[in-house]
Structure formats: structure tokens, C-alpha cells
């Protein structure tokens, strides 16, 4: 059974930066993509980022050239680097994993537990 688990969440004030880790456990997911999603409250789940296992890497728009995603197989860890955070980025995220690329959160098979990441004005 894999397991996820998310950390790194906070509040920060608008401007500042977090790091976001997913540390996975149970398989070795090398080869699967892994995606960052968020979900605020009254919203639907997004999609944020996500990277296959050759390290190619996707993002939405709101989040290009702000958020960077990466991994460490050797670690078994996703992590979500994200800079120039804003109110709207407020949000619990949530990493997911999945064996081919998507953005649809519904397709991913494993889920963390999410972590709350908050963005004060």
C-alpha cells in the first residue's frame, strides 16, 4: 500500500516563499508522475504541477514561473518549491501520484492527507 505524506505548509505573508515535501512510502514511485494539487475552501480541487519520472515537468498557469516542482527518487520525496506566494494561493495542498501524465485529479490513485498552506495579505 503506498502511502503519502505532505509537509511543509504554513502561513506566510504575501511575497514569501515555502517548500512543500511529499515523502512517499510502501513502492517506489520513480516511475510514476507525481502532481501537486490544492483545494480551497468552497472550490473545487486544482491541479497545480506535476513531473514524470524523466523529470519533465507541468504546470498551471497561475502558478508558472512561480512554483517549481522536483523530486528525489533516491529519497522517494516530491517537493513543491513555491515563491512569490499570494492570497489566492491559499489553500490546502496535496500531492498525488499516478502511473501515466494528468491533470485531472479524479485519475490519480494515491493521495496524501494534504497540508494547509496559508498566504496572508
Known amino acids: 500500500q503506498v502511502q503519502l505524506v505532505e509537509s511543509g505548509g504554513g502561513l506566510v505573508q504575501a511575497g514569501g516563499s515555502l517548500r512543500l515535501s511529499c515523502a512517499a512510502s510502501g513502492r517506489t514511485l520513480s516511475t510514476y508522475y507525481m502532481g501537486w494539487f490544492r483545494q480551497a475552501p468552497g472550490k473545487e480541487r486544482e491541479f497545480v504541477a506535476a513531473i514524470s519520472g524523466s523529470d519533465s515537468t507541468y504546470y498551471a498557469d497561475s502558478v508558472k514561473g512561480r512554483f517549481t516542482i522536483s523530486r528525489d527518487n533516491a529519497k522517494n520525496t516530491v517537493y513543491l518549491q513555491m515563491n512569490s506566494l499570494k492570497p489566492e494561493d491559499t489553500a490546502v495542498y496535496y500531492c498525488?501520484?499516478?502511473?501515466?501524465?494528468?491533470?485531472?485529479?479524479?485519475?490519480?490513485?494515491?493521495w496524501g492527507q494534504g497540508t494547509q498552506v496559508t498566504v496572508s495579505s
Open positions: 498525488a501520484a499516478k502511473r501515466t501524465y494528468g491533470r485531472r485529479w479524479y485519475e490519480y490513485e494515491y
